[in-house]
Every structure is written in C-alpha cells, then in structure tokens.
C-alpha cells in the first residue's frame, strides 16, 4: 500500500494538481458542509442541482483567477493594487479579512465540537489545538513541503463519498432532484439557493489561486520566470486548466454526496433543522449508524485542517500585496514578518473568537454575506483584468471562457439581489 501511495504521487497526473485541487477541497470546509447539510435535511434531494450548476461557473472564474497569478505573476490584490483606484483594493481586502477570520471561527469551532463528539473533552481546548497546529505548519514548513501536506489532506473529503456508500440512497429520486426539482420559490428556498452558491464561489477562493500559482512560478527550478513564450505558457495554461477542471469538480462531487447523504437520512427521518457541521455529525448518529456518525466527524476535522491555513493564507496574500510587503510560504520568519503575522493574526483572532459571548452561528451567517457581496465586485474586476491586453498581453481569456466567467459573475449577482431582497424583504 505504502508503495502504491509513493508511485502514485510521482505519477505526472497527480504532480499536475495543486492550486486548483487545493483550492477546491478547501471550498468543502466545516462551514460549507453546514450549508450542504442544511440543504439536505431541508430540501432532500431538490437542492442537488444547485452544486452541478455552480460547476462550469466555479471553472471558470477560478481558471480566469489562476490565469491572472500565472500570466502576471502577481496575485489577485497586487494586480487590483495597479490597475484600480485604491479605495476599492482597500474596500474589498478589508471586507476579506473580516469575512475569512469570522469564517476561521467556525471553521475552528466546528472542528472542536467534531472532536469532542469523538473523543469527549472541552470544545475550546480542541478550538486552541487546531489553531496552533494550523499556525505552525504555515510558518515553519517549506512551501513544497505544505503543498504535498495539503494536497494528501484532500483525501479526507472521501469520507462524504464513503458515508453515501454506508446508507440507503434511493438513487432514482436523487437523480429526479437534479433534473427535475420539486421547489417553491418562497423565502425559505431563496435562502438556501443563495446560500449554496455564496459558500460554492467564495472570494477567498480567487485570492488563494491566484496567490498559489505566482509561488508555484518561484519554485520552479532557476528562480521565478514569467512563462512570456508562447510554448512556455500553454504548458501552464493546460496545467491549470486540468488541475482546475479536477479541483472544482472533486469540490462539487464532495459537496453532492453531502446534500445526498443528509438528504437520505436526516431529511428521511424529519430532521430537517441542522446549524453547524458538528450538529449534522450528531444527528446522524442515531439515524445513520456510528460508522456513518464517525466518517462524518473525521471529515469536519480533515477539512478544517485544509481550510481554515487556506483562508488565514489568502487573507495574508491580499493584505501583503496590499502594502507591497514580501510575500510567499517560503520565506524564512525573518524575511517575511508581515505576511505571517497577518497569518497569526487571522487564526489567533478566529480561534479567539470561540471565547467571546458572539454567536458562531450569526457569526457564519454574516460572514456570507460579506463573501457574498464583495464575490461580485471582484469577479467583475477580475474579469474586466481578464479581458485586457494591457495586462495579459496576447494570453487574455479567450471567448468561451470570457461567457463562463460572466456568466458565473451574473448568477452570483443575482443571488445576491436575492439575498438582500429576502433579508430586507
């Protein structure tokens, strides 16, 4: 087994992925399984279709994301920092920083209450653990060194492939939800479509790509080098292309068997109030099994172990830029105070934050918002960067990809009509 795994990750296929297979499994963290959770055990199978809808539109705004890092060399803050005014870059950081820390919470929080549920214990002792663990592998492990570790902690996301496999699941109905959902369009099921969508095209999600492919460039043997020639470039742009493809839909897949297992079982059953990822690991005890209730929890735990260093590490790269301070997960502590002290700062404050009388629940849900509102404008510029000669010369985003991408800008905008329409409404 152990020399399958080494011949498996030399191979060129599993090489290829990263930032994309990266970015994508972090999209399935404890706060987004909440939300498929929700969806499940209040709409059964009817919300399905909305994670196979988000699919070509998450291609294809992280693919324009990750063309911008690679292409540029800069990341998503640094290339806003030079061609926009700087009151938006300020705006929009802001907003990201406030968003992802307050999102650090209840990633944190959720893998402390999946561990109590597991082992017993205090909640907060968890909370502080994980916080730790997250903070030190980011500031003292090489970025390659990181990258493998991440990579290889995608794999907890099987776990919600493997609960569907440990229940009933009527597949003829789960298959009519996709195609053909029996929904009324009420406040309720507005909610949630918006809901799924905003925790599917996070922010946090094109700031990490585009972060990850500019240090993917400076570690390529003989320094950074912007892949200029033609030849050089399409070499990239293919790998990103796979990797992304991969990613997004691996997230997707991830999240499907999420809503299905709820829906199966919590739904089922008349459960259908579930607020946090631990909650839904809880509820499935009685009705699923203990080994459905164990698969569950060791994913909340996996995929915050992905999530909560992604989200502190896009906060850092976007603030870094910023001020143009040093950036890069290879930098010694010295060389790169800033851009790990914001890092420490993010998980300190977000774990801190399980100390305090806020409720994570509240906390989560206007942390989506946020998300939610600053998506639009910053796929908007990301696609106006996209489109420009000026900033990617003959490499600018071709047609098909320019549709995907506004077309991606457009559903969210809607949703987020949506959104402020049900909550003023």
Not at 63 to 79: D, E, F, K, W, Y
Not at 104 to 116: N, R, W
Not at 140 to 157: G, H, N
């Given at each position: 087994?152990?020399?399958?795994?080494?011949?498996?990750?030399?191979?060129?296929?599993?090489?290829?992925?990263?930032?994309?297979?990266?970015?994508?499994?972090?999209?399935?963290?404890?706060?987004?399984?909440?939300?498929?959770?929700?969806?499940?055990a209040q709409f059964g199978y009817n919300m399905l279709w909305t994670v196979v809808v988000t699919y070509p539109l998450m291609v294809g705004i992280q693919m324009v994301s990750a063309r911008l890092g690679c292409i540029t060399g800069h990341g998503l803050a640094a290339n806003i920092k030079q061609h926009l005014p700087r009151w938006?870059?300020?705006?929009?950081?802001?907003?990201?920083?406030?968003?992802?820390?307050?999102?650090?919470?209840?990633?944190?929080?959720?893998?402390?209450?999946?561990?109590?549920?597991?082992?017993?214990?205090?909640?907060?002792?968890?909370?502080?653990?994980?916080?730790?663990?997250?903070?030190?592998?980011?500031?003292?492990?090489?970025?390659?060194?990181?990258?493998?570790?991440?990579?290889?902690?995608?794999?907890?996301?099987?776990?919600?492939?493997?609960?569907?496999?440990?229940?009933?699941?009527?597949?003829?109905?789960?298959?009519?939800?996709?195609?053909?959902?029996?929904?009324?369009?009420?406040?309720?099921?507005?909610?949630?479509?918006?809901?799924?969508?905003?925790?599917?095209?996070?922010?946090?999600?094109?700031?990490?790509?585009?972060?990850?492919?500019?240090?993917?460039?400076?570690?390529?043997?003989?320094?950074?080098?912007?892949?200029?020639?033609?030849?050089?470039?399409?070499?990239?742009?293919?790998?990103?292309?796979?990797?992304?493809?991969?990613?997004?839909?691996?997230?997707?897949?991830?999240?499907?068997?999420?809503?299905?297992?709820?829906?199966?079982?919590?739904?089922?059953?008349?459960?259908?109030?579930?607020?946090?990822?631990?909650?839904?690991?809880?509820?499935?005890?009685?009705?699923?099994?203990?080994?459905?209730?164990?698969?569950?929890?060791?994913?909340?735990?996996?995929?915050?172990?992905?999530?909560?260093?992604?989200?502190?590490?896009?906060?850092?790269?976007?603030?870094?830029?910023?001020?143009?301070?040093?950036?890069?997960?290879?930098?010694?502590?010295?060389?790169?105070?800033?851009?790990?002290?914001?890092?420490?700062?993010?998980?300190?404050?977000?774990?801190?934050?399980?100390?305090?009388?806020?409720?994570?629940?509240?906390?989560?849900?206007?942390?989506?918002?946020?998300?939610?509102?600053?998506?639009?404008?910053?796929?908007?510029?990301?696609?106006?960067?996209?489109?420009?000669?000026?900033?990617?010369?003959?490499?600018?985003?071709?047609?098909?990809?320019?549709?995907?991408?506004?077309?991606?800008?457009?559903?969210?905008?809607?949703?987020?009509?949506?959104?402020?329409?049900?909550?003023?409404?």
């Amino acid at each position: 087994m152990i020399a399958l795994l080494r011949r498996l990750r030399h191979h060129p296929a599993v090489k290829d992925l990263g930032p994309g297979l990266i970015t994508g499994a972090a999209d399935d963290d404890p706060s987004g399984i909440a939300t498929y959770s929700q969806a499940g055990a209040q709409f059964g199978y009817n919300m399905l279709w909305t994670v196979v809808v988000t699919y070509p539109l998450m291609v294809g705004i992280q693919m324009v994301s990750a063309r911008l890092g690679c292409i540029t060399g800069h990341g998503l803050a640094a290339n806003i920092k030079q061609h926009l005014p700087r009151w938006v870059l300020f705006t929009i950081v802001g907003l990201l920083l406030v968003a992802n820390t307050i999102n650090i919470a209840a990633d944190i929080a959720a893998m402390g209450q999946a561990t109590q549920l597991l082992l017993g214990g205090s909640v907060h002792l968890y909370s502080v653990a994980f916080g730790v663990v997250c903070l030190v592998l980011q500031v003292f492990l090489s970025y390659r060194t990181y990258v493998q570790y991440l990579k290889w902690l995608t794999l907890s996301l099987l776990a919600y492939v493997a609960v569907a496999f440990t229940i009933h699941v009527p597949w003829f109905e789960a298959v009519r939800g996709i195609v053909y959902p029996s929904l009324t369009l009420d406040g309720a099921t507005l909610t949630m479509i918006v809901a799924v969508f905003g925790t599917t095209i996070s922010p946090y999600l094109f700031f990490w790509q585009a972060a990850q492919e500019v240090e993917d460039l400076r570690s390529l043997p003989g320094g950074p080098a912007l892949p200029h020639r033609m030849d050089v470039a399409r070499r990239h742009l293919r790998r990103i292309k796979r990797d992304t493809y991969i990613g997004m839909g691996f997230s997707n897949l991830v999240a499907l068997f999420i809503i299905l297992s709820t829906a199966a079982t919590l739904h089922a059953a008349g459960v259908t109030h579930i607020e946090t990822a631990a909650q839904a690991a809880e509820a499935l005890r009685p009705v699923a099994g203990e080994f459905t209730f164990l698969l569950f929890s060791l994913g909340i735990i996996g995929t915050g172990m992905l999530a909560v260093p992604v989200l502190a590490g896009s906060a850092a790269y976007a603030v870094a830029e910023t001020f143009h301070w040093r950036t890069g997960l290879d930098l010694r502590l010295e060389d790169g105070k800033e851009f790990y002290a914001i890092i420490c700062c993010a998980t300190v404050v977000g774990a801190a934050l399980n100390f305090t009388s806020i409720n994570a629940i509240q906390a989560l849900f206007w942390s989506a918002v946020i998300n939610g509102v600053i998506a639009v404008p910053i796929m908007v510029v990301m696609m106006m960067l996209g489109t420009q000669p000026r900033v990617l010369g003959e490499f600018v985003t071709r047609r098909r990809l320019r549709r995907l991408g506004w077309m991606a800008t457009a559903v969210m905008a809607l949703a987020v009509i949506a959104m402020l329409v049900t909550l003023l409404g």
